[in-house]
């Protein structure tokens, strides 16, 4: 099972980002799959994710910037960033939890998003 991500960048205070994160080479269903992030020195933690019934979840930081998404026929999570802060600068990682024999959890690379003020 491979998690593409992409679509970090840099982007001045106020802009907007969209990520990507596609999941391969599973044939077992994503039950969960979402988005969290790192900065160097601190523990990783949850964005948001999103439930294979569609329901959210948003951490407190980003509710009402970021929005997120995921089309089933192309296995792909979104997530659209929008009023970025300096504050939102971290490596972002997809993870999702499949249903194999038993709930299995899978990260993907991480894709850089900088924030500049």
């Known amino acids: 099972v491979q998690l593409q991500a992409s679509g970090g960048g840099s982007v001045q205070a106020g802009g907007s980002l969209r990520l990507s994160c596609t999941v391969s080479g599973s044939s077992g269903r994503i039950n969960v799959i979402g988005w969290y992030r790192q900065v160097p020195g601190s523990e990783r933690e949850l964005v948001a994710t999103i439930t294979s019934t569609d329901t959210t979840n948003y951490a407190d930081f980003v509710k009402g910037r970021f929005t997120i998404s995921r089309d089933n026929a192309k296995n792909t999570v979104y997530l659209q960033m929008d009023s970025l802060k300096p504050d939102d600068t971290a490596v972002y990682y997809c993870?999702?939890?499949?249903?194999?024999?038993?709930?299995?959890?899978?990260w993907g690379q991480g894709t850089l998003v900088t924030v500049s003020s």
């Open positions: 993870k999702a939890i499949i249903l194999l024999r038993a709930f299995v959890p899978y």
